[in-house]
């Protein structure tokens, strides 16, 4: 099964004007760093909003490679100009190029195992310095659910974003356990949690570790209780999907 929505795509581009406009391979730069601007004279005439809505659209729907760029663009609207404006465009540069892109769902002999990704940045945006977690929940090889969103408070190490990405990554993964229960979907109830950063294994495995991150002890609790229960199995190996 696959979701293809080229033809809205194209309207986009002609609706904003971008049909003839060159392609670009990403749809931001990645060191990309803007500041909220402060004086309202300087806020941008241009159609942001819009083009921000018509994004959030796509995203959702059938574009989760734009979902980074959008979600960025978007906690700065309220306050945008021109030149937030000029990087936006860029997106729909990298859509042009990609227009072609739709998702596929294809069933695997994979187990009935979720698997679940986390990560997360750490302070990378200036404006408030709070951390983005992300993650990817995959059911015999197929992505059933995923996210990406700022964390609701500033990590104070790399450690604290990628355990605060690995709670919110846990916690989706025992809401899909629980709606395909409610589906009669056969899943297994141990679930497979990927997490690149060692530390994060280190305090859910043990207490004496979590000294120091008192301010989010309710997250830590709720992970070392699915370890404990054999519900959440930890591990930085990468699986292969065929």
Same mark, same amino acid.
């Given at each position: ?152 408070? @500033?990590? +104070? /190490? ?6 605060? &990405? !690995?709670?919110? %990554?846990?916690? #989706?993964?025992?809401?899909? @356990?629980? +709606? /395909? ?6 899943? &297994? !109830?141990?679930? %497979?949690?990927? #997490? ?47």
């Amino acid at each position: 099964m696959t979701v293809d929505e080229k033809q809205y795509v194209m309207k986009i581009l002609q609706r904003f004007g971008m049909a003839d406009c060159r392609s670009s391979a990403i749809p931001m730069d990645p060191h990309l760093k803007l500041l909220k601007c402060e004086d309202p004279k300087r806020f941008t005439k241009k159609p942001y909003k819009e083009l921000i809505g018509c994004l959030m659209y796509l995203m959702v729907t059938s574009r989760p490679d734009i979902c980074a760029a959008v979600s960025y663009f978007a906690s700065l609207q309220c306050c945008a100009t021109d030149e937030h404006w000029t990087h936006l465009k860029r997106i729909l540069m990298y859509l042009r190029a990609t227009a072609d892109y739709h998702l596929a769902f294809r069933r695997s002999t994979d187990s009935e195992t979720l698997s679940v990704f986390a990560d997360a940045d750490w302070g990378n945006n200036p404006n408030d310095r709070r951390s983005v977690s992300g993650y990817v929940v995959k059911l015999h090889g197929a992505t059933i659910s995923w996210a990406t969103r700022k964390q609701t408070s @500033v990590a +104070l /190490s790399t450690t604290e974003a990628e355990f605060m &990405a !690995l709670c919110h %990554a846990s916690c #989706e993964a025992m809401w899909v @356990v629980n +709606l /395909s229960k409610m589906l009669d979907v056969s899943v &297994a !109830l141990s679930v %497979a949690v990927y #997490e690149d950063n060692q530390p994060c294994f280190a305090i859910c495995e043990e207490p004496r570790k979590h000294r120091r991150m008192k301010h989010i002890d309710i997250q830590y609790f709720f992970l070392r209780d699915l370890i404990q229960q054999s519900r959440s199995n930890l591990s930085t190996s990468q699986p292969r999907f065929k």
